[in-house]
């Protein structure tokens, strides 16, 4: 069972409920009547404590501080691929953050650093943006989206962290589609061996 799930392009509005039996969820729906496609949400498993985050920003994000070994911030973003985005605006988001974090999400860039064929403006946005906050990147070379036109594959989908968790995850991308045009990425403990570890639970009604 993992201990968040972070979803983009949810399609969801307020009218339509989200209830996963175990989890806890935190969500962020596109406008109505948007053109573009969107929405973001955390679900967080109800065996950890854990709490939202309130963010000032106008992108399609939503973060959950998660207490899974230690506190841990998770953010979840969508990009839409034609939106203009200024940098000060993903700079502020990072500010708000606590690390250490990690930031999931769509980000629909193109750049060789995490395994594309070429570069695009948003590729060489993203970068700037690791670059500038000295983040790491825990993507391999393993595509994450299927473009079903072109029947290509291609990288789009990023895992972002701070620096000290660097060395304490691993990223992996998932064989099975799921429905979806995109691949769900999953990140875990390098010590772990995929299995989770559960925090200890106590019948407090029994306590002498």
Do not use: M
Request: hydrophobic residues 35%; contains cysteine.
């Amino acid at each position: 069972q993992p201990v968040c799930i972070g979803l983009q392009e949810t399609f969801l509005t307020s009218n339509i409920p989200l209830k996963i039996r175990g989890y806890n969820s935190v969500r962020k729906d596109a406008a109505t009547g948007a053109i573009h496609s969107g929405g973001v949400c955390i679900l967080t498993s109800n065996l950890y404590p854990s709490s939202p985050l309130t963010l000032h920003t106008s992108l399609q994000a939503v973060a959950v501080q998660v207490h899974a070994r230690t506190l841990v911030t998770v953010c979840s973003v969508y990009l839409p691929p034609h939106d203009v985005i200024d940098h000060h605006v993903l700079d502020n988001l990072i500010d708000q953050l606590p690390a250490p974090f990690l930031l999931l999400g769509d980000f629909n860039g193109h750049s060789t650093l995490w395994g594309s064929d070429v570069n695009n403006s948003r590729g060489r946005q993203i970068e700037q943006l690791i670059s500038n906050n000295c983040l790491c990147l825990l993507n391999n070379d393993k595509k994450t989206y299927f473009h079903e036109p072109t029947r290509t594959f291609h990288s789009l989908d990023l895992a972002i962290c701070s620096p000290t968790l660097l060395p304490l995850l691993h990223f992996t991308v998932g064989s099975d589609l799921c429905n979806s045009d995109h691949f769900p990425i999953i990140v875990s403990y390098a010590d772990s061996g995929g299995a989770i570890q559960y925090p200890p639970r106590y019948l407090f009604q029994r306590a002498d």
